[in-house]
Structures are given as structure tokens and as C-alpha cells.
């Protein structure tokens, strides 16, 4: 018996859908695959900006509501060096001063602790700095980066991603022949909302509750004769050690010679060696809160979530631990 006509066209069209749904879910699966992986490369690189890249937005007039650019310059009290005066006898056309030890807690002994939300609001937005700006940070360090990863982290915790170390900072970009100016720049002040996000910063309670718990690991940045106990602290009434269980990683120890950060692979490898685990929880700390942030901007660099820092650092944790809570091959610290 012969089919009838209309009724193997149906058969056909419906053959020709079933061919074409199987496709477009394939397509679409490529596609989502593909996005999925620019969006995570994305969000990869957006933690560093060249300095070409920066040279190149400078001569496209982009700083403005929507790109700012900070010099977050901070020494040590020791090195008897001013960073805002160094800063405005020298620094990349358009940017302004980020100053660490302003915007912080100033209702505690310990140096530039995170501020308020509301001081955080206020003091960025005075910089031009809304919710939809893209940040640059950069230092004047000789090593290429101190004091900048710290601001980078600053935005992240609270809950502005949009912002970018420049790599290598004003070291490399001297020497790839960039301009330099002592010429002011203003921004129109804007709102800036911040929120806090609590799980990236950590207590002494937290820090102390772990040496037994261990549920996250302690990754030290300060120089190794610092955490051994056999080099001085360059802070006044504080010898060096360690807390129990940390790992020492010095923060140069992530940076090449030109000051730039090293790949994500030669991270990893750091990482390793040092016996640090990526796929597990990772708090940070230095002597101040300062320098662990390049240990936490390493870290995302190699795809961890998020590093949380001991703002308290060292000054806090001698002033407050135990004799036998401080591991040192030094003095230590005494009753």
C-alpha cells in the first residue's frame, strides 16, 4: 500500500527538526562552553593591566567617571619616606593619592585596619569613584609592588571587582619610557556603595581557634628572617617570629625582576613547593596587613576563590599571643 504524500512530508519535516534541535543543542552547548571559559579567563587577567595598556588609555583621554587611577604608595615609618610627597613631585598623568593609613580604622592602635563601609564610601567617592568605575592601582616600590596589591584587595573585600594592579607598577612603567608629571588632577566626587564581605577578613579569635581547628592554612609574606625569628621587625616593641603552623612565602618571591608578577604557572609552582594547597581555604598575613595581599592576589591569579586576610598581622598577633603561640629561633616572646 503507497504511503500517502502529506503523510511523508511529515515524516521528512519532522526528521529535518530533529536533525536541527540536535544541532542547536550542540551549538548552544559550544557556545555556553566557550563564554563560560572567556569569562573565566576574564576574570583571570582583569587583576593585572599593562603598563602599555595603561599608556593607552592615558592617550585615549579614558580617566574619568569610568577609569581612575591610584597611587597607593606606602613605606614603612623607618624608611623616613613620604609617599605623598613623592607622590606629587611624581606620578602618572591623572592619577590621584590613595592613602592607606587615612582611610582605615582610626579608632585602634594598629596600623590602617580596613575602615568602616561607611569611611570606605565616603573616601572613595570623594576620588571620583563610583560603582561602575574600573580602578588602577599602582605603587612607587622599587620592587615593582608593596603597598598597591593591599587597595586591590581593599575594593575586592568590599565588593567592587572591577579594579586592576598595574604590573610591575611605576617601576615598569619608567622603564618602558612612559610619562611621569607633578601636574594635579581633580575628580568630580560620586556615590560609592560598599558592602563588607566578613569571610575574607580574619580575627586574632579566628586566627587562634585555627591553630587547633586548622581549617584554613596561614600563608606568612614578610621577609623568611622575619618569620624565623632571626631578623628584626621594623616595628618598635615587636620581635620577630611566627604563628603556629603558618607557611612562609615572602611577597618578592611572586615578582620577576622587572616587578611585574610572575605567570599563573610559575605561581602555582611557588604555591606548591611552599606546600600550600589552592583547592583548600587560604588566610593570609604579613607585619601589617600590607604585603600578605600580594599572597592573596598570587592566589587569584592561579583561580582561588577568595584569600582572606589577618588585618591585625604580627603587631597584633605578638602583642596578644601566648609566649608559646610565638614561634621564633630568635628571642620569642618572654612573660
Not at 598597591?148 to 565588593?159: C, K, L
Not at 556603595?193 to 580575627?203: G, Y
Not at 588566610?283 to 584569600?307: D, F, I, N
Not at 608559646?324 to 628571642?331: A, F
Amino acid at each position: 500500500m503507497e504511503t500517502p504524500l502529506h503523510f511523508q512530508l511529515n515524516l521528512q519535516a519532522e526528521k529535518w527538526a530533529r536533525t536541527f534541535f540536535g544541532i542547536s543543542v550542540a551549538l548552544l552547548t559550544v557556545c555556553i562552553f566557550v563564554c563560560a571559559r572567556r569569562l573565566e579567563m576574564a576574570v583571570q587577567t582583569k587583576a593585572l593591566v599593562s603598563a602599555r595598556w595603561l599608556a593607552d588609555a592615558i592617550k585615549a583621554n579614558r580617566i574619568g567617571p569610568n577609569l581612575r587611577v591610584l597611587d597607593s604608595s606606602w613605606y614603612l615609618p623607618k624608611l623616613l619616606r613620604n609617599a605623598k610627597k613623592d607622590f606629587k613631585q611624581r606620578h602618572i598623568p591623572g592619577a590621584l593619592f590613595f592613602d592607606i593609613d587615612h582611610c582605615s580604622d582610626r579608632n585602634t592602635p594598629l596600623d590602617h585596619m580596613l575602615p568602616p563601609a561607611r569611611r570606605l564610601t565616603e573616601y572613595v567617592g570623594e576620588l571620583g569613584i563610583g560603582n561602575n568605575t574600573h580602578v588602577i592601582v599602582y605603587d612607587a616600590s622599587a620592587y615593582g609592588a608593596f603597598s598597591a596589591p593591599r587597595v586591590w584587595w581593599m575594593f575586592r573585600v568590599f565588593g567592587h571587582d572591577s579594579v586592576s594592579v598595574l604590573d610591575g607598577g611605576l617601576k615598569k612603567w619608567l622603564s618602558e619610557g612612559h610619562f611621569v608629571t607633578d601636574e594635579k588632577s581633580k575628580a568630580e566626587p560620586t556615590e560609592f556603595r560598599a558592602t563588607l564581605n566578613r569571610s575574607w577578613v580574619k580575627t586574632y579569635e579566628d586566627m587562634l581557634k585555627n591553630i587547633d581547628t586548622k581549617e584554613f592554612q596561614v600563608v606568612d609574606a614578610r621577609p623568611a628572617g622575619r618569620f624565623l625569628g632571626v631578623d628584626p621587625e621594623p616595628r618598635d616593641n615587636t620581635e620577630p617570629g611566627h604563628i603556629p603552623g603558618s607557611i612562609s612565602m615572602p611577597f618578592t618571591s611572586f615578582l620577576g625582576p622587572s616587578g611585574e608578577l610572575l605567570s599563573p604557572d610559575q605561581l602555582k609552582e611557588l604555591f606548591r613547593q611552599a606546600g600550600v594547597d589552592l583547592g583548600r581555604p587560604i588566610c593570609v598575613t604579613c607585619g601589617s596587613g600590607v604585603t600578605a595581599c600580594h599572597v592573596a592576589l598570587a592566589a587569584h591569579r592561579c583561580g582561588h576563590p577568595g584569600v582572606a586576610v589577618y588585618d591585625g598581622a604580627w603587631s597584633e598577633w605578638y602583642t596578644r599571643a601566648a609566649p608559646e603561640n610565638v614561634i621564633s629561633k630568635g628571642r620569642g616572646k618572654h612573660r
